[in-house]
Structure formats: structure tokens, C-alpha cells
């Protein structure tokens, strides 16, 4: 999910970059952690006493782990912590469990208990960063080597209006559809042809549930936001937008009513009252849809492209299950895949000591791995050594040159199933890619919530009438000025 104040439009491979969320979509001020803690050893060299000497001691936490993570996540944390404290050996880290969700985020962000160092999604950068919720690093970051090789269309999402940075972006996804190979096969369904239309989609859906009884063919999220997020996913595959900008005057103007839209909803309403397609789950969020996926007990969904790792990490994904390919695209020449991505990002709640600390601990842990040999071997070395996923496809940061030589720089850590991966990484980088609506955009996806939670248990629900009422509430908080 991602807030930039231009309008959206198909981008270049160069612009790829841009993409991050999950599945979001969708992560400024902290103090103390509100879970408990796992610090790594501090190893100091011998040869970096007199480096600690020339500092003073500082303690950053750092969100860096999902709740309910591995031991094997959890090691392969504490041994980037340990590279980094060897390299920063005043620097004290302190990891503690975060997850960005909208409710959660609203809440820690209220109460001051973010760690020193947070992720948000590209749709938070712009409104944190115009109520000076998060901190401006802009000179810490430009002191950086490769400040110069940021995508532009990706730094932006974590600029101000004057171009200061404010956030650094780490990793960016295009949405895609996620589908289990071994539901497939036990449907009678070839799991190296996935659906590529809508059409074949809803085929294979009821195939699935038809079949496997107690499966869900196809299912979506619907709560914490997502389930705006998904039907904005299914609205731009099929050429809509949930909002328009005047060329001339700029004014913003929601439009969630639109025809692709109205057919996304009742394309759900048809799965789900017609076919019986879409089990018995209706409030769906990005973790529990993940969690259910895993469990075998949904055959498709859709959502970010980066998914492996974390239902790796939290669900015990069996990786013969996972199939990942892009999503289908409408024959509109507007249509194209929902994209997003993270940002890096500073709490308020921080001394100068803990900012200049934070900086080094963005650019150790998420960027050195995407733009040096080092960086991206020691990442896969340290993920691989604790059966952590190494080569999961993403859209590249900086460019798709850089994401490249970084795939031949880690090839022999991989350990991810590659194949299982192509029906996506073969196609994406042909496909029109667009921004998330520009203008709140998590309000947008919070008004969308509850509309796409009617059509999934009210068969009788007027797509037309939930969709005007929801398009003024969107309007009436685009046009109410933040306080």
C-alpha cells in the first residue's frame, strides 16, 4: 500500500522498484519494547576497542522479527545483530517483536512503545511524515555511498514535499496470486499451469472446493484494512482506480464506485453465493489468510509476492505447497498489478546518538544486503545456516541491473523453490505496474473493509448502494484537512 503525490502510471523495469505490501498491505515514536526482548552477544573484535572509544555507548531496539517466529528466525536475527555489533561495537540492539498492522501501528504509535527502528508500508510514509511522526535522517542518509542509485520512484514514498528523506524503502512487491501446488494436484488440476484469467480462476476455485471438501478453492481478506487493499488489487487488474486527480486543479476525487470495482465485488459475491468457493471464512487478514494457506486449507488468494518467508517463518509452510504467478489482468489498457513496498523508519522518541545509530542499523540490515557482495552473502550465509528462505523473489530497490548481480551474488545459498516461483518472475517484468491510490490511502482501504465483509455474508447485499456510501465517506476524509 503507498501514498506518493503524483499520479500513478505504468512503470518502466528501471521504476520496479516502487512495489512493497502485504499483503497488505500493509508498519513513529517508541520507547521501551512492549515484548520481550532477544539481544544478541556483543562481539567486539580486539581491532574495534579503539572505534568504540572514539563513540558514545548506544542502545537502539530494532522490530526486525514477527511475533511467533522460529528459534531458527530468531538465530538467524541474532547472528546479523552479532555482524553488526562486531562492525558498530558501541552500538548496543535490542530486538523486540513488531508487526505492522493498521489498528496495532495506530496504537503504538499513540502510546510511544514502537522500537527505536520500525517497518512502515509506502501508503504511511507521506501522513507520518507531514504530522512529524517520524524522523527526518536525510543528512544521515545522503552521507550513505549509494544514496545516488534509489529508484526515485521508490525513494519518494519516504520523502517530504522538499525531498528530505525521511524513510528508506528496503523491499518492494507487486501483487500477485498465491496458489497451492498440492491442492491442485489433489483436485485433479495441473500445478505448473495456473489460472491466467479471472475466468479460470473461478473454474479452478470450484474444482478445488468441489473436490477437496473443506477447502476453500479461493479465498480473500476482508479486516485490519487488507480487504480495501485486495479489492483495490482486483479493481486495478481490471483497469479501475479508487481515485482521480484534476490535471489542472489537483483536486483529489474518490471514485471506489467505479464499474471495475462493482465487477470485483460481485465477481466475489459469485464465488461465494453461486459456487461455494470461498469456504467459510469471511475475516480473513493478512495473518490468518497466510496461516490458513499454509494449514492446505486454501487452494488461491491473492496478495504481495513476498510471501514465502514469513508463512515459512510463522506457519510452517511445506514448500512443495507454495505456487506464486501473477495476477490476471483485465484486456483494459489500464489494467495492471497493485503494487507496494516498506519503508524504513526513525522513532521520535530518540536521542542524536540513537538516530545516528539507527541509520547505521538501516543501512547494515536492510540495504547492504541488496547493494554489495558482502552485504548479500553475509545475509544469505547467516539466513541459509539457520534454514532460513534465501532467493525469495522481490522487485528490486534500485534497479533490476543491481537485483540481478544480487541474485548471482547469493545463487549458491538459494534454497528457495525457484521453479515453483517462475509462473511470477518470468512474467512480472513485463506486466504494467501502478502506485496504490495516492491520498488515504488506509482510510480508503478501512471505509472498502466493511463493504467487502457485506458482499461475503449478506447474499442480498446492494454492491451499488455499499459503494456510493462508501465512496462519499472516502471523499469527505480526502477533503477534511489533517489536524
Known amino acids: ?40 552477544p556483543n562481539a567486539t573484535p580486539v581491532a574495534s576497542a579503539a572505534a568504540a572509544d572514539t563513540h558514545k555507548a548506544t542502545t537502539i531496539t530494532v522490530g526486525a522479527l514477527r511475533p511467533g517466529a522460529t528459534q531458527e528466525a530468531v538465530d538467524a536475527l541474532n547472528s546479523q545483530i552479532s555482524q553488526f555489533t562486531a562492525k558498530y561495537p558501541w552500538i548496543t540492539v535490542t530486538s523486540v517483536e513488531y ?21 512502515i508500508p509506502f501508503t504511511d510514509g507521506k501522513g507520518l511524515i507531514a ?43 507487486g501483487n500477485a496470486l498465491t496458489y497451492n501446488r498440492t491442492l491442485f494436484t489433489q483436485a485433479g488440476l495441473d500445478p505448473d499451469k495456473p489460472p491466467t484469467t479471472w475466468d479460470e480462476v473461478k473454474a479452478d476455485a470450484k474444482i478445488i472446493a468441489t473436490k477437496i471438501p473443506g477447502v476453500a478453492g479461493f479465498a480473500t481478506m476482508a479486516t485490519q484494512n487488507t480487504g480495501g487493499w485486495q479489492i483495490t488489487d482486483m479493481t486495478y487488474a481490471l483497469g479501475g482506480r479508487m481515485e482521480a486527480v484534476d490535471a489542472k486543479t489537483g483536486k483529489v476525487s474518490a471514485t471506489v464506485n467505479n464499474a471495475q470495482t462493482k465487477a470485483a465485488l460481485a465477481y466475489l459475491h459469485g464465488l461465494r453465493w453461486d459456487d461455494n468457493s470461498m469456504g467459510a471464512t469471511f475475516d480473513y487478514n493478512w495473518g490468518t489468510i497466510n496461516a490458513d494457506f499454509a494449514a492446505g486449507q486454501i487452494g ?56 545516528d545509530a539507527a541509520v547505521d542499523w538501516i543501512d547494515f540490515y536492510y540495504i547492504e544486503r541488496l ?66 491510490p495516492l491520498y488515504n490511502t488506509q482510510d480508503l482501504y478501512a471505509t472498502l473493509d466493511p463493504v467487502v465483509q457485506a458482499v461475503l455474508t449478506d447474499k442480498n447485499a446492494d454492491i451499488n448502494a455499499l459503494l456510493d456510501a462508501a465512496n462519499v465517506k472516502v471523499q469527505k476524509i480526502i477533503d477534511t484537512p489533517a489536524s
Not at 16 to 24: D, I, K, P, Q
Open 1 to 40: 500500500m503507498t501514498v506518493k503525490p503524483i499520479r500513478a502510471k505504468a512503470l518502466t523495469m528501471a521504476a520496479l522498484a516502487m512495489f512493497a505490501v502485504s499483503a497488505c498491505s500493509s508498519s513513529s515514536a517508541t520507547t521501551a519494547p512492549a515484548t520481550t526482548p532477544t539481544t544478541a
Open 371 to 436: 547493494i554489495t557482495q558482502d552485504g548479500a552473502v553475509a545475509d544469505a550465509q547467516a539466513l541459509k545456516a539457520n534454514n532460513q528462505p534465501v532467493g525469495v523473489p522481490s522487485l528490486p530497490v534500485f534497479d533490476k541491473a543491481t537485483y540481478d548481480q544480487s541474485q548471482l551474488w547469493i545463487k549458491d545459498y538459494i534454497n528457495v523453490p525457484t521453479a515453483q516461483m517462475a509462473p511470477f518472475t518470468s512474467k512480472i517484468f513485463s506486466e504494467p505496474l501502478f502506485v496504490e
Open 131 to 173: 504530522q512529524h511522526q517520524i524522523v527526518n535522517i536525510d543528512a544521515r542518509v545522503r552521507a550513505l555511498p549509494y544514496v545516488t542509485k534509489f529508484n526515485p520512484n521508490v525513494l519518494v514514498n519516504g520523502q517530504d514535499t522538499d525531498g528530505k528523506i525521511f524513510a528508506v524503502p528496503y523491499s518492494a512487491y
Open 300 to 355: 488461491m488468494f491473492t496478495g504481495g509476492s513476498d510471501l514465502y518467508t514469513a508463512m515459512v517463518q510463522n506457519n510452517a509452510l511445506k514448500p512443495a505447497d507454495y505456487g506464486v504467478t501473477i495476477i490476471p489482468l483485465a484486456t483494459d489498457p489500464n489494467a495492471g498489478v497493485l503494487g507496494g513496498g516498506n519503508l524504513a523508519a526513525v522513532s521520535v522518541l530518540t536521542t542524536e546518538d540513537q538516530r
Open 99 to 119: 508487526n505492522w498492522t493498521a489498528p496495532t501501528f495506530a496504537a503504538q504509535l499513540a502510546g510511544g512503545t514502537l522500537p527505536t527502528v520500525f517497518n
